[in-house]
């Protein structure tokens, strides 16, 4: 049995079985990027709910595995060379886990690389910028009188899905006719901007093709309809 017991992590969040991976979570668009590729790839793992409304990710524990506060974090007792792995960053973690399971990052170098920088658009453009504009029109922002930050962000929300709705043009998937990490970046981010945010309307959402495709494309894996509701929230 592995001991991950040198983790402090594990003290809150004890592993019922510290022989797979551990993942520690909420499902917000970041959250399910990594249930969903869990799901899609079917390694075991074992799900923490972390209460970032409790500000759970900024006790001592939770910031042993992830100084910088945030969620997804990992803790994989089969790392590398058989060592335990603590990771955070969602975008790391999609890719350690793609190469780790082989799945949904090809082979190739130049398609590896082409997949990668789609991770990397969403990870500083799609999803702060999406981020941001959720604030500003659905929580404590949306109370400023001043609507010019929610207008700067709603604009440059509205260039950059452009690109994607550009980049998807006689494709079924970012790749091509290939699902991969890419795609389980973005899906629930877009998810979250016309549903939970509510703000398809500030981004003229309802003037694309590909893009709503791709989405019910998406959404209608079984790995992603299982992955968007892990880890489940507390009754």
């Not at 207008?151 to 550009?166: H, W």
């Amino acid at each position: 049995m592995a001991d991950l017991s040198a983790f402090p992590i594990t003290r809150k969040w004890p592993a019922q079985d510290p022989n797979i991976l551990q993942l520690y979570s909420t499902p917000t668009p970041n959250g399910v990027k990594i249930s969903i590729m869990l799901e899609e790839t079917g390694l075991p793992y074992e799900p923490h709910f972390i209460n970032i409304g409790a500000d759970e990710t900024w006790g001592p524990e939770y910031l042993s595995l992830n100084p910088n506060g945030k969620i997804p974090a990992i803790l994989d007792p089969d790392g590398p060379n058989g060592e335990p792995l603590a990771l955070f960053e969602s975008g790391a973690i999609l890719i350690y886990l793609a190469e780790k399971t082989g799945k949904l990052l090809p082979v190739d170098p130049a398609r590896r690389y082409e997949v990668i920088q789609w991770v990397m658009f969403q990870m500083g453009g799609l999803g702060p910028m999406f981020g941001q504009l959720g604030f500003f029109h659905k929580f404590a922002g949306k109370d400023f009188e001043d609507k010019r930050p929610r207008d700067r962000y709603a604009k440059e929300s509205a260039r950059l899905i452009r690109v994607l709705e550009t980049r998807l043009e006689g494709r079924d998937w970012i790749l091509g006719d290939e699902y991969t990490i890419a795609d389980i970046s973005m899906l629930g981010w877009v998810r979250n901007l016309i549903g939970f945010y509510g703000a398809g309307e500030l981004v003229q959402y309802d003037e694309l093709k590909n893009v709503p495709k791709w989405l019910e494309r998406g959404l209608a894996r079984p790995a992603v309809q299982r992955g968007l509701d892990i880890p489940k929230r507390p009754a």
